[in-house]
C-alpha cells in the first residue's frame, strides 16, 4: 500500500521561501523517478519537478531557477524548496512517482500541502 504524506506548506509574501516534504512508504520509491506536482485552482494537476534515484532533477520552465527538488533515499523524503514565490505558485503540491499512470499502484495520493502566495 503505497502512502504519501506531504507537509511545509502554508501562508507566504511575495519573494518569500517554502519548503515542502514528502515522507513515503509502502512502496520502494528509492527505485523510481519522483515528481512533486501541483494543482492550481481550476487548473488540472501538472509536474513542476522531478528527481531520478540517482539524483538527475527535471524542471517546468515556470520554476526553473526558483524551486529546487532533492531526495534522500535513506529516509524516503524528497523535499521541493522554493524560494522567490509567486502568487501563479499558489496550488496544492502533491508529490508521486514522476510516471505516475504507468501503474495503478501509484494511482494513489497524498492529502497534499496548500501553498499560498498572497500580500
Known amino acids: 500500500q503505497e502512502k504519501l504524506v506531504e507537509s511545509g506548506g502554508g501562508l507566504v509574501q511575495p519573494g518569500g521561501s517554502l519548503t515542502l516534504s514528502c515522507v513515503t512508504s509502502g512502496i520502494p520509491y528509492n527505485l523510481y523517478k519522483m515528481g512533486w506536482f501541483r494543482q492550481r485552482p481550476g487548473k488540472q494537476r501538472e509536474l513542476v519537478a522531478s528527481?531520478?534515484?540517482?539524483?538527475?532533477?527535471d524542471y517546468q520552465d515556470s520554476v526553473k531557477g526558483r524551486f529546487t527538488i532533492s531526495r534522500d533515499n535513506h529516509v524516503n523524503t524528497v523535499w521541493l524548496q522554493m524560494n522567490n514565490l509567486k502568487p501563479e505558485d499558489t496550488a496544492v503540491y502533491f508529490c508521486?512517482?514522476?510516471?505516475?499512470?504507468?501503474?495503478?499502484?501509484?494511482?494513489?495520493w497524498g492529502q497534499g500541502t496548500q501553498v499560498t502566495v498572497s500580500s
Open positions: 508521486n512517482v514522476a510516471n505516475w499512470h504507468s501503474d495503478p499502484i501509484f494511482h494513489s
Open positions: 528527481i531520478t534515484p540517482d539524483d538527475k532533477a
